[in-house]
């Protein structure tokens, strides 16, 4: 039961003077914690993933026609940055949808302003607020056409749910499991989930996601979000972006 | 040990203890922000306050894990006992670089949103069922509640307060909490971290941590116990003199017996401080030193030297021949008891 | 939910705010004789208190009705023993369960046609790539 160790071993009391015999081994044992807390520190952060290439950017007007379902749509018809006929997901600012703006205003031709977030493909205007965001062009000779629904056929994907904005870029990185609770704060807050599929369908590899009979889907993938899935659904193309129309039963975590 | 209570207890070693320990954390954020984010391979730059919480984060997680080390390490070698005295400061500080982390999470993840930041931490994601994608914020939660507890009872005055055992009980507490910070980070940022350098740091550091729990375990030596009324706790001739052997007297209970020069006395193996191991400290200056703190008592009768009032309880000691004999049931702390002359055989 | 659950934390703090006044400015001095004539230390107990602040006032009764001295003595080394091992063997369970599940990237997995459109440009159906 002895455990007291040889005579000649050093003793250290907290308020006495460190015994030399133990001071080589404190100073070593201090430079090695040092040492570790730079080194750890160095690795981890030099090691984090690359969030992507999703940027954000200021101030940019487009006029268009806004549709609402299943989340606030425009096709641009007017606009320096996007050219004619593309199309733009809105949201608002931070995690806010535009929905309560929005409901008044389907169909109608619409100018809107804000910060422009950009992933390859995917473009999303994030709106001021108030009139500034979104108004209705007055005294607009005739509202254009909105393109009619392409249908792709039913597809099985495998890929993320994202929130649109911050997959975009207003937040790197805006994906995977560490940022799901607040990707699911945004998606509560209205803002479009996006579909980043694993694989190109129809040369694309964001798809705005809808339920099944083209209608707001949030509610159903809040438990698959920030995840790779399996999901089938109907990919239907609207101008340039293409919606899929998913079957949330059919939902399932990736093995 | 002090007669009367100051908000922080300094000296000499603890202001070098704690030099090294705020060095250690400023040198890990300075190299995190600064440089190691500089040299990661980003097509776009990482948001500074996700860069700021990982870098608190992981900090944390780094300070927790050499905490845990620092007990079964003293145990496996000595001389690694100085790193257990001013272990609190430890602690308060880890906690702060914790709680840093969260305020970050707050006020970036749960922040900018219809819904109160609080709230919104605790609802945004309740898929409880499921194992990848688990709301791993709320282990972290836990963690932290618990170190705030920890911090908050680390004065001296809590120990004495709720009593040594209970404060030991209540910080056992950072047991359950280092696994549900473990939990937090590996269904967390490990999910994601695509570099395997990462998950290795993470696994090298908790498996360090269990494998010195479990080797300082097997290290203990098992006891045999008795239910006589007096317990043999050995050979007279083996007690160096200025040390002591240790018997168990009950599952919980444990006592020292000093060799004073010529003289034997027993007291209780537990420090009143903190209930450190007095049996494994030293006579100096003709008092018992804890190993721990150094707390100081006079083997005859378990008190502090004045102006300090703590107290042990002492133990009766028989000789029969050579082996020395405990008995069962312990005095009042600071009962004086006449040391045992050693017998005439032994050198 | 979430709501209530916060509010009796609130309630819970406000609490532990009352025990702390009291018991700082009065208690403390009737159950803690290194406390007699000492102030400045005081604030720090306040956090603590806030938080456990069920356990002070059963300590409090504790030690106005006396303590004796051994119990004081028995650290509960069996439930540390108990616990460390447990932690031990739970960190390698946690680590490679959240290993296990964990789903490695770039995962290519092909986009299936299921069914072609009903009457779609056939150029547009087979474009899964």
Redesign the interface.
């Known amino acids: 039961m002895n455990d007291a160790g040889d005579r000649s071993e050093p003793f250290f009391i907290g308020w006495a003077k460190a015994p030399t015999g133990l001071r080589p081994f404190l100073i070593g044992v201090g430079l090695c914690l040092v040492v570790l807390f730079g080194g750890v520190g160095f690795i981890a952060a030099a090691t984090q993933a690359d969030p992507g290439s999703g940027r954000g950017g200021r101030g940019e007007t487009a006029i268009g026609v806004l549709t609402y379902d299943p989340y606030p749509l425009l096709y641009v018809t007017e606009s320096e940055r996007y050219p004619t006929g593309h199309t733009l997901l809105l949201s608002g600012n931070a995690k806010f949808g535009v929905q309560d703006r929005a409901s008044a205003l389907d169909g109608r031709l619409v100018q809107v302003s804000g910060g422009p977030v950009a992933r390859g493909d995917l473009d999303m205007l994030r709106l001021r607020n108030g009139p500034d965001g979104l108004s209705l062009v007055e005294g607009a000779p005739a509202t254009p056409e909105v393109p009619e629904p392409v249908p792709l056929g039913r597809w099985r994907l495998t890929g993320e749910i994202c929130d649109g904005q911050c997959y975009g870029g207003a937040m790197r990185p805006g994906t995977g499991l560490a940022h799901r609770a607040c990707a699911n704060l945004c998606l509560i807050g209205g803002v479009p989930p996006v579909f980043v599929s694993t694989q190109a369908v129809a040369g694309e590899e964001f798809l705005l996601l809808a339920d099944a009979e083209g209608g707001p889907v949030t509610d159903a993938v809040l438990d698959h979000v920030a995840m790779l899935v399996d999901v089938e659904g109907e990919v239907e193309r609207r101008g340039d972006l293409l919606v899929f129309r998913i079957d949330p039963a059919s939902l399932q975590v990736a093995p | ?7 922080v207890q300094w ?4 202001y ?1 203890y704690d030099a ?2 705020l ?3 400023v ?7 600064e ?3 500089a ?9 500074g306050a ?2 700021r919480m ?2 608190f984060g ?2 944390a997680f ?1 300070m927790l894990s ?1 905490i845990l080390a620092i007990g ?1 390490l003293a145990r496996l070698d ?6 257990l ?2 272990r609190r400061h430890f602690g308060v500080m880890t906690f702060a670089v914790a709680l840093t982390h969260a305020v970050y999470v707050l006020g ?3 922040a ?4 109160d930041p ?10 409880y069922g ?4 688990f ?3 709320v282990l972290g939660i836990a963690a932290l509640l618990v170190l ?2 920890l ?3 680390s ?1 001296d ?2 120990l ?7 404060w ?3 910080h ?1 507490l950072i ?2 909490a ?2 549900a910070a ?2 937090h980070v ?10 395997p ?3 290795l ?3 090298g550091a ?2 360090t ?3 010195l ?2 080797a ?2 097997l290290r ?2 098992a ?1 045999p116990t008795t239910a006589d009324d007096w317990v043999m706790a ?1 050979d007279a001739g ?3 003199d200025g ?6 007297i ?4 444990r006592a020292a017996v000093f060799r004073n020069g010529r003289t034997l006395s027993a007291v ?3 420090c ?1 401080h903190q ?1 450190g191991p007095l ?4 006579i ?1 200056y003709g008092c018992i ?1 804890c ?4 707390f100081q008592y006079r083997p005859e009768d378990g008190c502090s030297p004045a102006p300090f ?1 703590e ?3 002492t133990y009766d000691l028989k000789l029969e021949g050579r082996t020395v004999l405990v008995r069962r049931t ?1 005095h ?3 009962t004086r008891v006449e040391p045992t002359p050693l017998p005439e055989d032994v050198a | 939910m979430v709501a209530t659950l916060l509010q009796i934390a609130e309630v819970y703090l406000w609490i532990g705010a009352a025990v702390a006044a009291v018991f700082l400015l009065w208690g403390i001095d009737r159950v803690e004789p290194n406390a007699a004539g000492a102030f400045v230390f005081r604030p720090l107990l306040i956090p603590g208190i806030l938080l456990i602040w069920p356990l002070v006032l059963w300590r409090w009764w504790v030690l106005t009705r006396g303590e004796t001295g051994v119990r004081r003595h028995r650290p509960p080394r069996r439930v540390q023993h108990a616990v460390a091992i447990v932690l031990a063997l739970a960190i390698p369970v946690i680590l490679m369960g959240a290993l296990l599940v964990r789903q490695n990237r770039p995962l290519e997995r092909p986009a299936v046609l299921l069914a072609p459109p009903a009457a779609a440009p056939a150029a547009e159906g087979e474009a899964g790539q």
């Open positions: 040990m002090s007669v009367k209570y100051v908000p000296n000499p070693n603890k070098v090294v320990l060095a250690s954390v040198l890990y954020i300075f190299v995190f922000l440089l190691g984010t040299a990661a391979d980003v097509t776009q730059p990482i948001n996700i860069v990982r870098a992981s900090c780094l050499v079964p000595r001389r690694f006992l100085p790193l005295y001013n970036w993840y749960f900018f949103s219809p819904t609080l709230v919104a931490l605790l609802t945004a994601n309740t898929a499921q194992v990848l994608g709301p791993f914020e705030a507890i911090a908050a009872t004065h005055f809590w004495s307060f709720l009593s040594p055992p209970l030991k009980a209540l056992l047991y359950p280092y696994a473990v939990a590996a269904l967390g940022y490990l999910q994601d971290a695509t570099n350098a990462f998950a740091l993470f696994g908790v498996l941590v269990g494998a729990h479990l300082a375990w203990a030596p006891e050995g083996d007690i160096p040390r002591a052997i240790v018997v168990r009950s599952p919980t209970e209780s193996n537990a009143a209930n049996g494994e400290g030293r100096v030193t190993p721990w703190h150094g009032t107290k042990v309880p312990a009042p702390p600071g």
